[in-house]
């Protein structure tokens, strides 16, 4: 057992993957879960990030260094959901195992589509996947500085664990 904390109540299910909505400027959002297959199409996505939008180091910049940190990411304990608007993927969330005992969240959104609902269908249909595998405690860090990522969290239910350093550190309970 790790010293993380998780709060002591589940919040409940979300819903899985596959799915689609409407998100905004009226474009079709396509959900799927994701893996080895994506990481082409994944390290383009992650190419278009401004350098100025990582958070943490992440995503690297390098396409070889996304490559990498993708084939380190992405494996077969990890569970791993994308957003495609047309034949384009536009954001992508992932559980990671953290070798104690729970998954440690990313997630990212490509610029042009963030403020339009996909980072809360994106987080949600993630943990819907991960419950539908057996995960049942997430944690994340996030800079404290990112009003708009602290507020989708606490949204979907993630409670702040640590505020002692410039990140928080939140996790929540399925």
């Given at each position: 057992m790790s010293d993380r904390t998780y709060p002591d109540e589940s919040v409940g299910t979300f819903p899985s993957p596959p799915a689609a909505f409407t998100g905004g400027e009226d474009r079709e959002i396509r959900l799927r879960e994701s893996g080895r297959g994506d990481v082409d199409a994944l390290v383009e996505m992650y190419e278009g990030?401004?350098?100025?939008?990582?958070?943490?180091?992440?995503?690297?910049?390098?396409?070889?260094?996304?490559?990498?940190?993708?084939?380190?990411i992405v494996t077969e304990d990890s569970v791993s959901v994308?957003?495609?608007?047309?034949?384009?993927?536009?954001?992508?969330?992932?559980?990671?195992?953290?070798?104690?005992?729970?998954?440690?969240?990313?997630?990212?959104?490509?610029?042009?589509?963030?403020?339009?609902?996909?980072?809360?269908?994106?987080?949600?249909?993630?943990l819907g996947a991960g419950q539908a595998v057996g995960v049942d405690r997430v944690w994340l860090t996030v800079e404290r500085w990112n009003d708009a990522a602290i507020a989708l969290y606490?949204?979907?239910?993630?409670?702040?664990?640590?505020?002692?350093?410039?990140?928080?550190?939140?996790?929540?309970?399925?």
């Open positions: 990030f401004d350098p100025a939008d990582r958070a943490q180091g992440i995503p690297p910049i390098d396409p070889e260094a996304i490559r990498d940190w993708l084939e380190t994308v957003a495609a608007h047309e034949d384009r993927l536009v954001g992508h969330a992932i559980l990671v195992p953290d070798r104690q005992d729970g998954y440690e969240l990313a997630i990212f959104i490509l610029a042009e589509y963030q403020g339009a609902g996909i980072g809360t269908e994106l987080l949600s249909h993630l606490r949204k979907i239910g993630f409670e702040t664990a640590s505020s002692e350093s410039f990140e928080l550190e939140m996790s929540i309970r399925l």
